[in-house]
């Protein structure tokens, strides 16, 4: 069993690698969409830092962001150029990364207790630490997504 400590590494591990991955490029670069079906680097990580948000709705934390990524719902309409609602790529970093300080801070303070309190998710009744789980595991899927995103930039690299 994964312990909450180890959670929390895992999540500040997600963090190095958009960390790795965003840097040195530029507005424009995270706004280049790819020529397949998916969004591009800004709409993911404005996705992930409203999944930060979300993970410490069910913390019970206030929202970080709230009212501020509209832009970056599930299902939104894929980002193409810069609009009314996008946030420059450096402060969705900035957000993204202070979000995650916050999930683990959290994780690594948690008791047995918290952790094994009943949430309900739409129709879906979970434990907090299998909500929590579930959205690492979302995480990670967008967290991949931001190499061919960064490739797709004109980066010819290898960040991890």
């Not at 206030?62 to 939104?76: D, H, T, V, W």
Request: some cysteine.
């Amino acid at each position: 069993m994964i312990s909450q400590k180890d959670l929390a590494k895992a999540f500040a591990r997600n963090t190095n690698i958009i960390k790795s991955q965003a840097k040195d490029l530029t507005q424009a670069d995270s706004l280049i969409q790819p020529p397949f079906r998916g969004n591009c680097l800004n709409w993911v990580l404005g996705h992930l830092v409203s999944n930060h948000d979300d993970i410490l709705e069910i913390l019970g934390e206030p929202r970080l962001y709230k009212g501020q990524l509209e832009r970056y719902q599930r299902e939104s309409d894929p980002l193409t150029r810069e609009d009314e609602g996008t946030i420059q790529l450096e402060k969705l970093v900035e957000w993204y990364e202070s979000g995650q300080v916050k999930i683990s801070e959290w994780l690594e303070n948690a008791d047995d207790a918290a952790l094994s309190c009943e949430v309900i998710s739409g129709e879906r009744k979970s434990t907090v630490a299998q909500r929590v789980f579930f959205y690492y595991f979302h995480e990670t899927y967008h967290v991949g997504q931001t190499e061919l995103l960064r490739q797709l930039a004109g980066k010819n690299d290898k960040v991890i």
